[in-house]
């Protein structure tokens, strides 16, 4: 169980299987196969006497920064970054023989080969989920349950608000409210937010769309 070769499986498994349960939450199978990667990581290190109580909770403390970095303050800043460093740190630091940071009989190639794994692990955890990403997504099984697979084609009635706004440049209504700048059109009995192109338009005034910018129906008397 202490296999170099298993024990990068393992990170993989438990990288990946976190990744996937953050991008389709609720699945749970992800989360299961990771958590029993990291017991099967974790049991024979701590056997062994290898890794320590405070290694393991660097590691939950990381996953616990990059869960908030991605579902409460979204974007990637320190959170994410310090998780990412602790949940490497407990990885490697469960591998070697130290008394919390006494590092003393641990020996400089022992420590390169503990990151070695790690990294290693995590690279390939990184090539698996972009090629199951790609694999799964393209599933007419799994993938139609996580990713819209309908094509929003124009005739069938899919159409953006904005380009369906600027199809109303050049036609006449009148205004709903006072414009000063801003105010209310009706165009065959639909209301629209619009702006006067100059001055003051008074209500029931007729008005025609002049041109539509940014989102907003500019209109003249």
Known sequence: MTSPILQGILILVIIGGIYF???????????AAAGV?????????????????WEII???????????????????????????ILVITGLTL????????DFSGVGFNKLLEALGIVLTGLF?????????SKKLLSSSVFGSKIALQTTQDRN?????????????????????????????IMIDDDV??????TGYIAKDTKIRVTRFLHGQLYVAK
Not at 21 to 31: D, H, R, S
Not at 192 to 197: L, M, N
């Open 21 to 31: 349960e953050l991008q389709t939450p609720g699945v749970g199978f992800p989360l």
């Open 156 to 184: 069938l009635g899919y159409i953006s608000v904005e380009a369906a706004l600027g199809e109303l440049v050049g036609q006449t209504g009148t205004a709903a409210t006072v414009l000063r700048p801003s105010g209310k």
């Open 192 to 197: 629209y937010d619009a702006v006067a192109e």
């Open 37 to 53: 990667a990291a017991i099967l990581y974790f049991s024979p290190l701590y056997i062994d006497g290898l890794a320590a109580n």
């Open 94 to 101: 469960s591998m070697l023989d130290n008394d919390l940071f």
């Open 124 to 132: 390939g955890s990184l090539l698996g989920i972009i090629y199951l």
């Open 58 to 84: 660097l590691f939950i403390i990381g996953l616990v920064l990059i869960a908030l970095e991605v579902f409460v303050i979204p974007g990637f800043g320190v959170a994410g970054a310090s998780g990412i």
